[in-house]
């Protein structure tokens, strides 16, 4: 039941991640030696029989438990396929994380982790200001699904998180710390250690604590990396850096195991997968990520220097090295 084509990072230690997004999750020798891997335009995929197909297909529905030994294996690109696999493989290793499930766009990846883990009556506290399109969703949408809203600023986290985390308790369950950093468009940075530090405190016992979420579409994955210091999933408008070239829309949700397997569930029941060529264009992006991030920063810095201090008109920079002014 498992995917061959799938290619665990064990197998070539020593090489950088950057290295690795030429060759990861791909094995040529099983694609008649292409060296890129094919675009695999298939809806279904075969079986050595029929029963062995209708058999797996109770095992991927939960209809019936995997047998022992067995791992996750195509059988319909709505669940999975190839090119999605490859593009997931090398975003998780990027990330350092667990696993990663792309989507058809940012926003449809954010509404997966909202759906897998947001009830009628949940608080979900979330920080401002926030992409437009995620801002909509919460504050339109989300409160005709009963979820209660708490609003915090970026730029004093720590202290109206902690005011809202109280008021989220007293409501209901708080359920979700969804956070955006750097914020858009005023780049504020969130300490997400104190963040995790105060959702803990906050978590009365015998309760599990919130979630925490977050955006990591501007910095992510090669300059921040918040699952390293107590997010549990990062989410990615991979339209904008990781795609880098305008041509592709497409969203992700890194992070655990366990999580992911809720988050690719609703994605299944949804239908909102990412198509085998844009993941194909993904995979194409990903080996150039790095060094187009750090020549952008690099640019972006100049240009920020030089407004700081231009003769010209006085501005008020947003820029992480310069202080507002």
């Keep these: 039941m498992s995917n061959k084509n799938r290619q665990s990072a064990k197998d070539k230690q020593g090489f950088r991640p950057e290295s690795l997004m030429m060759s990861h999750g791909y094995d040529a020798t099983l694609s008649e030696g292409a060296i890129k891997p094919p675009v695999f335009l298939t809806s279904t995929f075969s079986f ?38 490859i593009a997931e493989d090398r975003l998780a290793l990027l990330e350092q994380a667990d696993t990663a499930a792309v989507f058809a766009s940012g926003m449809a990846a954010i509404s997966a982790v909202f759906l897998s883990f947001l009830r009628p009556g949940d608080v979900l506290v979330y920080s401002t200001p926030l992409y437009g399109g995620t801002e909509t969703l919460i504050r339109n949408i989300l409160p005709q699904w009963g979820v209660q809203l708490l609003e915090v600023p970026s730029h004093d986290m720590l202290a109206a998180l902690t005011q809202a985390l109280q008021e989220g308790g007293q409501r209901g369950r708080v359920a979700m710390v969804y956070l955006e950093s750097p914020a858009n468009p005023t780049n504020v940075q969130v300490d997400f250690e104190a963040v995790r530090r105060e959702v803990e405190r906050a978590t009365p016992a015998g309760r599990e604590r919130a979630l925490i979420v977050c955006d990591n579409t501007l910095l992510g994955p090669v300059f921040s990396s918040p699952l390293r210091f107590g997010v549990d999933l990062c989410v990615y408008s991979l339209t904008k850096y990781v795609g880098g070239h305008s041509d592709l829309i497409a969203g992700s949700v890194v992070g655990e195991t366990a999580l992911l397997k809720q988050v690719r569930k609703t994605r299944s029941a949804f239908g909102s997968q990412l198509d085998p060529h844009t993941c194909w264009m993904i995979c194409r992006s990903l080996e150039t990520l790095t060094i187009r991030m750090q020549r952008a920063a690099h640019s972006g810095s100049q240009v920020a220097a030089w407004l700081a201090s231009n003769p010209f008109v006085p501005v008020m920079l947003f820029h992480p090295e310069y202080a507002q002014g």
């Design 48 to 85: 050595p029989s029929a029963q062995a197909g209708a058999d797996f297909f109770d095992v991927f529905s939960g209809r019936k438990p995997a047998p022992d030994g067995a791992s996750e294996g195509l059988i319909y690109s709505r669940f999975n396929h190839p090119n999605m696999e």
